[in-house]
Each structure stands twice: as C-alpha cells, then as structure tokens.
C-alpha cells in the first residue's frame, strides 16, 4: 500500500479499493446474471432487462429456483413456492464495481510499466461499461416494414403502442392530420381528453399481451359495443418470455369507450394490434382509429425494390434474407440502391439499418432500425481489454518462464 | 531399472498406436469379384442442402433409425449401411416396376432376392419406449431393434401409423400441444417416414438435372415417373435405375458398369464435389473420432499407471506421447471436417464438442511439456474422452455436418467469435479438471506434496489467465457480431449471459488469488465452479425454452447436465473438506523416489505469494 496518512477520506478509499470488495461483487454479478437469466423463462426479455439489469434493486422470486430443478432435476410441475428476496441490481452493482475500480487506482497503483495491462484492461472496461449505460439510457430501436415496391419513412417500436386518430387528407396532395395517445395513458386507466382529440377516451381494459377470437355469445353481454367489438373479442395471454420460441412479441388490445366531448357516449370499442384501423364518425367527419406501434419519423425514405430468402436446395433451411433497397433522402440529395442482407447492415444518418424479417408473402421486409450513439465504444473497449490482458498476462508467462529456466 | 526398457516403452506404445492407425486409416477393399461397394459409397447425392456421399446419407439415416451405422443381418453378419439403403430403394424400384408390365419380370426377380436373403426380418427399427411398443402390439426387448417383418405383422401396427401420423401434422403447427405419449409417438413415427422415404425413392435429392448445374436435384422417384411419362429424359435418372436393377438381381458385372459409368457422369460435372466425397468416405470408414475415444482411454490408462510404484518416467513418457499421436489424428480429423465443409471448425453442438476436446488436449500437451508431471495427459484423456462421448450423443440425431442458419452463415464470425469463445470454455475445464486432480490427490493420496501442489497452482493460475483473455475477447466478439446483424451488442439473452457467467468467474478466481483470499486449494474450489458454469453456458441455457415448453424432444442434455453439475458439487464439497482430514496432510509425506523436476525445484518455497 502507498498510502501512510490516514484520514478519513484515505480510509474510506482504502476499504473502497479492497479486493475483498472486488471478489464480493463478482459474486454478486454472478448471482444477478444467473437470476436474470432464470427470470426469461417467465418474462420477456425487456422486463427482465429493466427489472434486473437497469435497475438498483431487484426481489427475485424463489418459484424460479423450482422451475430450475423443474427443467434439470425432474422436480414435479406442480410445485409452487411463493415469496421472493432482495438483490442488488445491475445499476447498483455496476456502480460499485465501478468506484471499486477506481479507488484502487487511487489508492493502490502507481504507473509502472508492469502495471500498464492493467491499467489498459481496467480503462477498456470502464469503457464498456459506460457504453452499457449510454446504451441504456440513450439507444432507441425500431422496426421499418415494407412492401415491395413500397416505400416508408417510420420505424415503429415494438414496445410501445399508441393509438392513433387519423382524419385522411382531404386533398389528393395533402396530409393527413393524425394525434396519437400513448399506450402507457391508456394503460393507467384515467380518462384521456385533448384538444387535438375529436372525443375523450375512457379506458375500459388493457391487455399487454392478447389474441382475438369470433364473438359469439357476448355480443348480447356487452350491449354499447361497436366496431370491430361487435365482431371479436379481445382474450388476454401471458406475456412473451426471454426464451419463447413460437412468439416474439406481445401484440396489446384494449377495450375503450369513447364520448364526445360534452360528455354523451358514442359507444365502447375493441382496438388491437391485430385490427385493421376502424372508421368512426364524428361531427359530420370521419376518423380512422386504431391501435399500432409507437411511430418515430425518419428524415429518409426506404424503397424495397425487393425482398430475397433463398433457401439451401430441397430444403427449407434459410441460406440467407435480403432486401434491395433505396435510400431517399431529399434534403442531402441521396438516392442509391443498397443491399441489406444478414450481417450486413446499411449505417446511415446516426442509425443503423439490419435484416431483421419478413412476412409469410416473402414480398414484405421488416427491417431493424436502431439508434445508438455509443455502438463504438464497445468496440474501442474489447481492443483495449484484449491487449491488456495480452500485456499483462505477457509479462506473466515472461517472467514464469525465466524463472523455470534460472536453475 | 533397465535404460533400455525405459528408451524402448514410449516409443513402442506410440509405434503399436500408430500401426493400429494406419490399419484403419486403410478403407475397406471391395471383395474380388463381388459388387463394388466402396465405389458405390462414393456415389453424389444432395441431402440436407449440401451435397454428400450416398454413405453418409445411408449412415445418418440407419444411425437415426436404427442407432447404429451398421446393419447387421439374421444371421448376425455386419454389413454397412449402404446395403441397407440399397435393399430398401430396390423394394421400392421393384414395386414401381410392379405396376409396368413391361418390366413385370425384374420386379419379380428382385423380390425373389429379397426374400431368399431375408432382408425383411434383419432387425433394424430401435423402438424403446414401452407404451409405444405395447400400442404396436410388440414384445419389449434388451436390445430393441424390430424387423420390418416383425412391424407389418404386429397387430397394432396399421393402427399405430395412422394415428402417429396425424400427430406429426399436428406437431408441425402446434409442437407444444403434443403430449408426453404423443410425442414419443411421433418421433418414432418420423424415425419409420424415413425408412419409407428411402423405400419411395424420396430420401435424398439423387438425380442432377438434366443439363447445367443451376437447377435443383430432384428424387429419383419424381425423375423417374417424369422420365417415363414421356416429360423428360434424364440419363442420370436411367443409370441409377440400372444400378438399382443390377443390385436386386445380383448382376455383379452390369452393378459395377453402372456404378462406374454413374460416377463418370458425376466427375465430369461435379468435379470438385466428387473428389470431396471421395474424401468424405474415406473419413466415414477411417472414423477418427471413434480411434481418439480408443486411444484417450489407453492415455488415461497409462497416465494413471506411471503414478504407480514403478516404471514413472517410461509410463509417462509414454502416456505423452500417445497423447500427441491422438491429437494428431484428432487434428488432422478437424481440418478434414473444415476441408470437406469449407467452414471454420465449429458450426453446431457437435463441433463444438469435438473443437473443445481438440482444444482442450492442445493445452494439456503444452501444460505437459512444461510440467513433466503426467496431470496434463490425464486432464487431456479425461476432457478428450468425455467430449469425444458428448459428440458421440450430439452426432446421433443427423448430419454432422449441416448446413448454417442464414444468420450463422458468415465464416468471419464464426472463425472469430465462436472459435474463441469455445477456446475460453476448453480452457475454463482444464483448469476445472486440473482442480479435479489437485482435491482428488490430496483427499485419498500422499502424493500432493508442497511441489506438486505448487505446480498444480501454477497450472491452474495460467489457464485460467488464458481463459479471462480468451472468453473476454471471445464474449466481446460476440456482441460485436450481434451488433452487426441485428444492431443490438448487448441484449442480456440467456447464451450471452452465460459467456458473461464465465467471464465474471475467471475475473473471480484471478482477483481471489491476487488478493490473498485463496491459495491452490481455493483456486482448486473455485475452478470447479468455472466447470459448472460453463456447463450452463454450454449447454444448460438451450434447455431453459425447451425444457419449460416442450416435453423434450431430447431431455439427454439435460440429464447429462443434471449428473455433471452433481458431481462437481460433491467435489466442491470435498474441497471444503478441513485439510486434516485429507489424507495428504494426515500422514507425514514420505520422501518419493522418481520425484518430477517441478517437485525438486519447488521443494520448500513459499506458497504463492498474494500479488503487492
């Protein structure tokens, strides 16, 4: 140790800088990575995210450890345990990890040639880690489908949904005039009103996650429905897990009832993801309504030209997705013809654009949009990591071999 | 004890592992005068969208179905799984020619060969579930391989089929909706469509088209049925039919002619393909994996023994060297692997096990060759075994080598990130099975004295430094791959976390050891936890989905990992075990003759000092 004075900063930085501590997080991490990983079998991988990795505290439940044993050890599927515990989560441990890091270079090394792998290894994963948090906090992804021939200028995020009032333009060359309300506001159940709005929104129900089936009793139940309510009914379904297979996404419905805005009902409405937009009346207008993603507008255009899967001969093993596009950009002048095929993603304008997937036709592309103004740094870190440890390790073997050669 | 002797052992063991080498690197010679087989094998087909050898196709079919590669008859004669094929494409020819009056007379002549050789009652279908069997109608058996004869016959048979097959359409659509029963019933029923795909002419694209090479294969049912309607000719199509006819009348002579004339056809346009199934054969007869197996439990065996009373040096010498002659042929088995795909060496489960064990016994010889003290050739027969038998279960479900998902379909990627990646799990077991070595000596053996220890330590503390580097890098790699294809480097999914697991836990054991929290024995303990994390992140995180979901299609890995993680926790035990009721430390060490050089070096040093 190179520090003799003892105050009581020094002190404080001294059992910051233990290694004690250091081994003591380790295993924390090891525990909240684990539990992290246990918790998408019952939840979707975005809950788990927020709820274990970009959060301070977590109560992990015990039922995960008997689903655990369920899937290795033959545990019987009825077994439930109830009640859960604390655990630090991934914010609070990267952050102690973090001051760890840093007061031991405060406190215990100097710049020495046989300390600069660490010092390389150390910086590139603080690098790491706050590319972890800038990502966290600032990356936005979204999807962009198209048809062929066809052309879009919005990602829709599949996080989120928001249901939109349209009223079409009512010129040829015009645009439409569209308000959105947010799902988390239908979500929390209060009534919403707004000047752009041409009526109040009364939340009934929000389904998360849910599936439609033909009406056939509860038309008579349910008097004031109208729309495509009349028609199905919306029945809940537990959420996408981080390790299903079948489905990917949840697809939300919501049962709203809408009211003009002095108040008289104009009827209860079903609106779903999977629903076309309906049309309702309005003051001698009519707006389309419906329930879609949360839309962010590009300053570019994307025109599928087309769409390939080829498949490996006399099967139906993908050999590769592709789509030949057009980027458009009015305001830089940009039109050229790019190929974004798997692994092979287009970068343009702060964001980049993958193959992500297709609908059944094979004519319509969806393509991963995301946003990420820290996508380097992990980069830059794993450069810095690895030739630290090179060094380091290096300097290890180095002096272990001279040492076994000296008799 | 004799020089000579000591010089001589070594090199005769590895000389004797080398002769038995060559013997089966030297492929099967067709019998003089009989139907050329070998030159059969050779034969192109597409299947599973690459183009392979008739006997791989025949190999991976028979070995699904039946469980084995071979095919042995009524009267307990082996023959390989070609002949297999060949009977059931001539069973289904003949049928076809049934229906032809003009070629009446062959179908008769072919069935009359089926039946005078009893093709019928080799037992061949592997059935082992009880209620499957009790539904068919079919006594239970130690060894449970039916006979078409025996199937046709059951009572339940008709029955069975009908209903397993409406289960596997169902199973298309909706493969969680099958229950426990059902979905047994309908793999068995898979296993039996096979047989019938091959007994239809169906089982693999035969036919090239008839001129070009950018149209698709097609069965040679379909070019058959097309050809003799009238819609195209196809030569191709008219020459297996002619070997197939040849082979069911037991024309030896006309079977040769077309075999050669075929593969002529083939050589002039597919040139390269040909001479890749050529080699692809002669890997399947030579079966390297299956010597290394052999040959890992002969190192493990002579290892073991050179920690005897007698014979140390020679017997370990020994074991070093034969460990190196596997290794070759484990190399040299890889780079045919790699040579016949034109791929990095590892594109599924089972390269990855075949390229850690590889991996694995690399850095044992090179932890031998510094220590000279045998615990890298055991550690290296141990891990090349045991992934040798990991690959053995992991091959058995198709074709090794299978074409890549369109995302893994980059050797960029696939020779950077899951190359090192797998390197950083070889390397996290060797330290795991060198802790093995060091609790197990120390518990029931004098043998851990204070320089063995110490150099156990060493050779811990190395492979775990180059496991941190290989599996940061490697986890790293893998985020930036993620970050290419789908634009996200991290997204906190079950394999990724696992490859975190890992990191994480050699970054522990490193710092544990540079803070003076544990010695050798607490690395030892600590390694064994890198093993069972890295048996998750190997194969415990594919089975959370499907374990959860499905009634397994395959519950072996997660058996397999239920039984490791077991064991290391019973180690982990062992370890924490106060050292003075280890045996080790109970008695006083006796001075051991024949002491390794680490050992005289070590004697009486510090142990390792906590870093400053």
């Known amino acids: ?407 | 004890m004799n020089q000579g002797f000591e010089r001589w052992l070594p090199a005769g063991v590895a000389g004797v592992a080398a002769l038995y080498l060559l013997f089966t690197m030297t492929p099967p010679a067709d019998p003089e005068g009989g139907m050329e087989l070998e030159r059969f094998k050779e034969l192109l087909v597409v299947d599973g969208g690459r183009f392979k050898p008739v006997d791989t196709f025949a190999r991976t079919e028979l070995m699904i179905v039946s469980g084995r590669q071979v095919l042995r008859d009524t009267d307990r004669k082996t023959h390989p799984a070609v002949v297999w094929l060949l009977d059931n494409m001539v069973r289904g020819l003949a049928a076809y020619h049934a229906s032809r009056p003009d070629r009446r007379a062959t179908a008769e002549t072919i069935h009359a060969g089926l039946a005078r050789r009893r093709v019928d009652e080799a037992p061949v279908f592997w059935i082992d579930d009880e209620a499957v069997l009790g539904m068919i109608g079919l006594p239970r058996r130690d060894i449970p391989r039916y006979s078409s004869t025996e199937l046709l016959e059951a009572p339940g048979y008709k029955e069975f089929r009908e209903r397993a097959q409406s289960l596997v359409e169902k199973a298309q659509t909706d493969r969680q909706g099958l229950g426990q029963l059902e979905t047994r019933m309908a793999e068995v029923e898979l296993h039996l469509q096979r047989a019938d795909r091959i007994t239809f002419l169906s089982g693999a694209l035969m036919v090239p088209p008839a001129r070009g090479v950018e149209e698709d294969w097609e069965t040679l049912a379909r070019a058959l049925i097309s050809a003799d309607g009238g819609v195209s000719s196809n030569a191709l199509a008219r020459s297996w039919e002619t070997i197939l006819v040849a082979y069911g009348t037991g024309d030896v002579r006309g079977f040769n002619q077309a075999v050669a004339a075929h593969q002529a056809a083939l050589a002039q346009r597919y040139p390269a393909e040909v001479g890749l199934a050529k080699v692809e054969v002669w890997f399947n007869d030579f079966a390297p994996f299956y010597q290394c197996t052999i040959l890992y439990v002969v190192v493990f065996l002579l290892a073991c023994l050179s920690w005897g009373p007698a014979w140390a040096e020679p017997l370990r010498r020994a074991a070093f060297w034969l460990a190196a002659l596997t290794f070759a042929v484990h190399t040299l088995a890889l780079c045919l692997r790699m040579y016949i795909q034109g791929r990095p060496p590892i594109t599924n489960l089972y390269s990855s096990a075949v390229f850690i064990g590889w991996f694995c016994l690399l850095l044992c010889l090179v932890l031998e060759a510094t220590f000279k003290n045998t615990v890298g050739s055991v550690v290296a027969a141990a891990l090349g075994f045991a992934t040798m038998i990991i690959a053995m279960h992991l091959g058995g479900s198709g074709d090794t080598l299978e074409m890549m998902q369109a995302v893994l379909d980059t050797n960029f990627w696939l020779a950077t990130h899951v190359t090192t990646i797998n390197i950083g799990y070889a390397a996290t077991f060797v330290a795991g099975f060198i802790a093995i070595v060091y609790i197990l000596r120390g518990l029931f053996t004098t043998s851990l004295d204070k320089g063995m220890a110490k150099s156990l330590g060493q050779m811990m503390y190395g492979v775990i430094c180059f496991a941190t580097l290989l599996s940061f890098v490697g986890t790293v790699l893998g985020g930036i791959w993620a970050d290419q294809s789908w634009g996200r480097f991290w997204g906190w999914d079950p394999k990724e976390n696992g490859a975190l697991l890992i990191v994480i836990m050699n970054a522990l054991i490193l710092h544990a050891r540079w803070g003076g929290l544990v010695k050798e024995r607490g690395m030892a303990v600590l390694a064994l936890c890198g093993n069972t994390i890295t048996a998750w992140s190997w194969f415990g995180t594919n089975q959370l989905g499907i374990g959860l979901h499905a009634y397994g299609f395959n519950t072996t890995l997660a058996v397999g990992c239920r039984w490791f993680w077991l064991s290391q926790l019973l180690l982990i035990g062992a370890g924490l075990i106060p050292l003075r009721y280890w045996r080790n430390f109970r008695a006083p060490v006796p001075a051991r003759s024949g002491a390794t050089r680490s050992m005289k070096k070590g004697s009486g040093a510090p142990a390792i000092a906590p870093a400053s």
């Open chain 1, 1 to 407: 140790m190179s520090i003799r004075i003892k105050t009581p900063v020094t002190r404080v930085l001294v059992a910051l800088a233990s290694l004690r501590l250091t081994v003591a997080l380790f295993v924390l991490s090891l525990g909240l990575v684990f539990f992290g990983t246990l918790a998408q079998m019952n939840a979707g991988i975005w809950t788990v995210v927020s709820g274990y990795f970009r959060s301070f505290l977590v109560w992990v439940p015990l039922q995960l450890f008997v689903q655990f044993g369920q899937v290795f050890y033959a545990v019987p599927r009825t077994w439930h345990v109830p009640g859960a515990f604390p655990f630090p989560g991934g914010w609070l441990l990267g952050t102690a990890l973090l001051l760890n890091l840093v007061a031991a270079h405060a406190v215990r090394f100097k710049l020495s040639g046989r300390r600069a792998g660490i010092l390389l290894i150390h910086s590139g994963l603080i690098v790491m880690m706050l590319g972890e948090l800038v990502t966290g906090l600032f990356a936005i992804e979204g999807n962009m489908v198209i048809d062929e021939g066809k052309s879009s200028n919005y990602v829709e995020h599949t996080r989120y949904v928001e249901l939109a009032v349209t009223r079409p333009s009512q010129t040829d060359t015009g645009h439409d005039e569209v308000a959105v309300v947010p799902g988390a506001l239908l979500r929390q159940g209060r009534t919403v009103s707004h000047d752009d709005l041409p009526f109040d929104i009364v939340p009934l129900q929000f389904m998360t996650n849910s599936a439609l089936r033909q009406a056939t009793g509860e038309r008579d139940a349910r008097p004031a429905m109208k729309g495509a309510g009349r028609q199905y009914v919306a029945v809940q379904k537990r959420e996408v897990s981080g390790v299903d297979t079948e489905q990917k996404v949840d697809t939300p419905s919501c049962y709203l009832e809408l009211r003009s805005r002095d108040g008289n009902p104009l009827g209860a409405y079903l609106f779903s993801l999977l629903l076309e937009p309906q049309p309702i009346a309005m003051d001698g207008k009519t707006y389309l309504v419906a329930l879609r993603w949360k839309r962010t507008y590009k300053p570019y255009r994307i025109h599928l030209i087309k769409f390939s899967f080829d498949r490996y001969m006399g099967t139906g093993t993908a050999k590769n997705y592709s789509s030949l596009v057009r980027v458009e950009d009015p305001e830089r002048g940009e039109s050229r013809q790019v190929l974004i095929r798997m692994n092979q993603p287009l970068r343009y304008r702060g964001d980049a654009l993958y193959q992500h997937s297709f609908k059944a036709s094979e004519t319509t592309t969806i393509l991963q949009v995301v946003q990420n103004p820290g996508w380097l740094m992990p980069y830059l870190s794993c450069a810095v990591v690895a030739l630290g440890m090179f060094v380091h390790f290096g300097i290890g073997l180095n002096s272990f071999l001279r040492r076994r050669q000296t008799p």
